[in-house]
T-cell receptor, first 111, second 114 residues
């Protein structure tokens, strides 16, 4: 069966510091991968998605970037965090049809 | 402008009551999914509907996709406290073309009191 991992689970970082969140998927090959941000426990905003290694599409101009160095690894990064980057970050994968499967999320607080 | 409008945004009911959550759009979707999310966790996929008029049942939950594939509803019968959570609808392929990217509604926070 497929599983998706995210770490860390929680993170508190000062403004201006770098960020690296990692997501890995097991049990599937060539998944579509997604990074979302969720504010105040409501709807999800798609940040990046990837259909293959090195292929990243950005949905929203922002302070963040994403990379996919391996087939089942997706990384969300920032060189300098802003207060507005605080939120709940979710990674998800899909096989292309039939819905997406989410990781447990990372709660990021920028102070 | 939100592509997918969910209503109501908040729902507080007593155990045993029935409820319906709606998800509406002016766009046509190739498929639509419903998710349930608990605080501090990722959303969990409940169902995917792909055919206009399709009805799917999952125990006490009934999901319907509109004939025109622009709207959907989630009906819960005899709600239980364990149903409490955030319910999200998400559409794939707005405009009839599947891109593999979902558009999410803003969610409905359901609280079921014992």
């Amino acid at each position: 069966s497929q599983t998706i991992h995210q770490w860390p689970a929680t993170l508190v970082q000062p403004v201006g510091s770098p960020l690296s969140l990692e997501c890995t998927v097991e049990g599937t090959s060539n998944p579509n991968l997604y990074w979302y941000r969720q504010a105040a426990g409501r709807g999800l905003q798609l940040l990046f998605y990837s259909v293959g290694i090195g292929q990243i599409s950005s949905e929203v101009p922002q302070n963040l970037s994403a990379s996919r160095p391996q087939d089942r690894q997706f990384i969300l990064s920032s060189k300098k965090l802003l207060l507005s980057d605080s939120g709940f970050y979710l990674c998800a994968w899909s096989g292309g049809t039939g819905g997406e499967y989410f990781g447990p999320g990372t709660r990021l607080t920028v102070t | 402008t939100q592509l997918l409008e969910q209503s109501p945004q908040f729902l507080s009911i007593q155990e045993g009551e029935n409820l319906t959550v709606y998800c509406n759009s002016s766009s046509v979707f190739s498929s639509l999914q419903w998710y349930r999310q608990e605080p501090g966790e990722g959303p969990v996929l409940l169902v995917t509907v792909v055919t206009g008029g399709e009805v799917k049942k999952l125990k006490r939950l009934t999901f319907q996709f509109g004939d025109a594939r622009k709207d959907s509803s989630l009906h819960i019968t005899a709600a239980q406290p364990g149903d409490t959570g955030l319910y999200l609808c998400a559409g794939d392929g707005a405009g009839g073309t599947s891109y593999g990217k979902l558009t999410f509604g803003q969610g409905t926070i359901l609280t079921v009191h014992p």
